[in-house]
């Protein structure tokens, strides 16, 4: 049908110009992550082409057929990839080659000049609904982990965007469930392919439109890796850890670092005078507490101390929130839950 045709067409072309941008690093961030996005973008670009030329009849060359397959099962393992290095951008490229065994697989596969058993031709065609599962799932699990790593070490990670990446994510499992739909019931083919191009244009949106994955320089992501997830012990000697805990309390009492939104465990380590993993242990061994809790405690006094005094300044719960040092409504009223016991609101009330 024509209709399709033009639908296949403008994803494959949408694919492809978005296979470009990201080789090219249009975003001007995440470079090394990007390249893995765009080898994504184009496989999937091949699959509407081939597509396209099934619903124009023009795929016949067996040849031509295969060289649209082969990038398949690479998919997936590309977008995982991609995830893997946006939260780890140190990571060497060597590391991810065993994804691709699949992929090599496939090759000779596809150029066989044997018919393939039935068995086998199954297992080509739905090998990539179970890489969409497993590789969602892993790829969830690890934006998890890294939600909860920007705890230790940011004090607003509801700032750290990262709404694109799930976005992206949501996208990429949304098109593979309607491609597997599409395989059992094709009387809904027509629905679901409108919705295809509608996916894609997300997809592209989120691409171009993505941020940096931490409030840091790239080379300081191992650094502060290894100083948050560290078990060692004894880092300082405990009354080093004292010294260094007064000095730091002092700081914070005196020139209210905390009212800064964008304040980081590296650039608190570096007015402290200690390294990353340094302060790390401080917090961790003489306080009892992370980066994010300790910062965020601050935080919510000083926004009890403005809530007192509101009846005289007239602020906002919003512009409370802003004033002390919170960049994102949710963070500041979870973290005032969390150490006040109820909402600021409820709060407020209370004193008036």
């Known amino acids: 049908m024509a209709y399709q045709a033009l639908i296949y067409g403008l994803c494959g072309g949408i694919?492809?110009?978005?296979?470009?941008?990201?080789?090219?690093?249009?975003?001007?961030?995440?470079?090394?992550?990007n390249i893995f996005l765009g080898i994504c973008s184009f496989f999937l670009c091949s699959v509407f082409v081939q597509l396209l030329l099934e619903n124009s009849n023009y795929l016949e060359n067996a040849m031509l057929l295969?060289?649209?397959?082969?990038?398949?099962?690479?998919?997936?393992?590309?977008?995982?990839?991609?995830i893997q290095l946006y939260l780890s951008p140190d990571q060497p490229y060597k590391k991810y080659a065993i994804h691709f065994v699949p992929t090599l697989i496939l090759v000779p596969l596809l150029w066989s000049p044997y018919t393939l058993p039935d068995v086998l031709r199954?297992?080509?065609?739905?090998?990539?609904y179970g890489q969409l599962l497993v590789y969602g799932v892993w790829s969830y699990v690890l934006l998890y982990k890294h939600r909860l790593l920007l705890n230790t070490f940011s004090t607003s990670p509801g700032a750290i965007d990262l709404r694109w990446i799930m976005n992206i994510w949501w996208v990429i499992l949304f098109l593979g469930?309607?491609?597997?739909?599409?395989?059992f019931f094709p009387l809904v083919s027509l629905l679901i392919d409108s919705s295809y191009v509608v996916g894609i244009l997300f997809f592209s949106y989120y691409a171009l439109s993505q941020t940096a994955i931490y409030p840091v320089r790239d080379e300081q992501v191992p650094v502060i890796k290894a100083a948050v997830l560290s078990k060692d012990k004894e880092r300082l000697t405990m009354e080093q850890v004292q010294f260094f805990k007064?000095?730091?309390?002092?700081?914070?009492d005196k020139d209210q670092p905390y009212l800064d939104p964008l304040l980081s465990l590296p650039h608190l380590a570096e007015r402290i005078g200690l390294s990353i993993h340094e302060l790390s242990y401080v917090l961790n061994t003489g306080i009892d507490s992370n980066f994010y809790q300790f910062i965020n405690g601050y935080?919510?006094?000083?926004?009890?101390?403005?809530?007192?005094?509101?009846?005289?300044n007239?602020?906002?719960?919003?512009?409370?929130?802003?004033?002390?040092?919170?960049?994102?409504k949710t963070t500041f009223y979870t973290s005032f839950k969390q150490e006040v016991g109820m909402t600021p609101k409820r709060y407020l009330l209370k004193v008036e």
């Open 246 to 252: 007064e000095r730091l309390q002092d700081l914070m």
């Open 299 to 312: 935080r919510i006094r000083y926004a009890q101390q403005l809530l007192k005094d509101n009846i005289l």
């Open 66 to 82: 295969a060289s649209l397959e082969f990038g398949r099962w690479a998919i997936f393992p590309c977008f995982f990839i991609a």
């Open 177 to 183: 469930i309607m491609s597997l739909v599409t395989r």
């Open 15 to 33: 694919l492809l110009l978005l296979s470009l941008l990201l080789l090219s690093n249009l975003p001007k961030v995440n470079k090394r992550a």
């Open 122 to 128: 199954y297992v080509i065609r739905y090998f990539l």
């Open 314 to 328: 007239g602020y906002s719960i919003q512009e409370i929130s802003i004033r002390s040092g919170f960049n994102s």
